[in-house]
Nanobody, 120 residues
Framework: QVQLVESGGGLVQAGGSLRLSCEAS????????MGWYRQAPGEQRELVAT???????NYADSVKGRFTISRDNAKNTVYLQMNSLKPEDTAVYYC??????????????WGKGTLVTVSS
């Protein structure tokens, strides 16, 4: 089994910054893409940013220039640095990872989410 545990969410004023972390643990052989998604109340879950093992990033247009995704492969951890936060960034942020397990299965995992609230 593999677990993804997010941390770093909270309440911040508009214009502020937060840094989210997500650590993967368990029966991991390797991890390809890690990323962040978010879901606002009454909305569908949407992509925020992804980063593959080769270093290629993908960002939602709404966060380009404000958010930066990075990872520490030795720690199986992905980060999301969020700057210039806006009230519309308020959502539950979910970590996602494409994992090759130790028995060589390719499985996609989700974390339980961390709430980010941006006040105006």
């Amino acid at each position: 089994q593999v677990q993804l545990v997010e941390s770093g969410g909270g309440l911040v004023q508009a214009g502020g910054s937060l840094r989210l972390s997500c650590e993967a643990s368990g029966s991991i052989f390797s991890i390809n893409t890690m990323g962040w998604y978010r879901q606002a109340p009454g909305e569908q879950r949407e992509l925020v940013a992804t980063l593959n093992s080769g270093g290629r990033t993908n960002y939602a247009d709404s966060v380009k220039g404000r958010f930066t995704i990075s990872r520490d492969n030795a720690k199986n951890t992905v980060y999301l640095q969020m700057n210039s936060l806006k009230p519309e960034d308020t959502a539950v942020y979910y970590c996602n990872a494409d994992v090759r397990t130790t028995n060589y299965y390719a499985v996609n995992y989700w974390g339980k989410g961390t709430l980010v609230t941006v006040s105006s």
